[in-house]
Every structure is written in C-alpha cells, then in structure tokens.
C-alpha cells in the first residue's frame, strides 16, 4: 500500500508540468556523463529536458556531448568559466527559453 501512495504522489507531481533539469559542468567528464545518462534513463513524462551547461571544459566533455542525440537535450558551451552561478543562471534562461519548463532541477555534474 505504501508503495501504491508513493508512485501516485510521484505521478501527481509530474503531471503539474514540465520539469527541466540544469546541469553545470567544468572539466569534470567522467561524472558528467554519469549524471546526464542517468538523466536520460528518465521517462519523458518525468523529465522533459535536460540542458547541460559545459564551462569552457577542455577534457573532452563538449566531444561527448556533441555525439549525444535526443531531442531532450540541450548543450550550451560558455566561451569562459562563469562559475557555478553564472552556469546556473545561463542555465535557467534557456531551460525556460527551450523548453518552457514550469519547474527546474539544479544540479551539479557529479549529483
């Protein structure tokens, strides 16, 4: 019975709109990819978008991302490291921008 109320809670959140997820990244590709695959294992009633924020990494993290394909994903490559907040703050502009997300996730690459 518990487990009943819990996938009905977990449904109920879900069908209030559509839930983007921010990831901000920064030489970091191993726990990157760790983070975006389980991202995408998501159903997409779940989870509509993901964008990927990539800081001017210079360890192979835009090379992996390029070679991704689903229609759920959005990569923006920042010119310079902004830092975390300003990854962030690019971030929530084109979760909304892109994906008209009612409700965004926050994360680092290694969540």
């Known amino acids: 019975m518990q487990n009943t109320a819990r996938i009905r809670v977990n449904e109920a959140l879900f069908s209030v709109g559509r839930v983007v ?3 901000v990244t920064f030489n970091r590709c191993a726990q990157m990819q760790h983070s975006v695959r389980c991202l995408l294992a998501a159903p997409e009633h779940q989870l509509s978008g993901i964008v990927v ?14 070679n991704l394909e689903d229609s759920r994903l959005s990569v923006l490559r920042l010119p310079q490291n902004v ?29």
């Open 21 to 23: 997820a921010v990831v």
């Open 53 to 66: 924020v990539d800081n001017a990494s210079s360890d192979g993290t835009e090379v992996w991302l390029s």
């Open 83 to 111: 830092g975390g907040a300003g990854g962030f703050a690019e971030g929530l502009s084109k979760a909304v921008e892109r994906f008209n997300a009612d409700w965004v996730l926050l994360m680092d690459d290694d969540a």
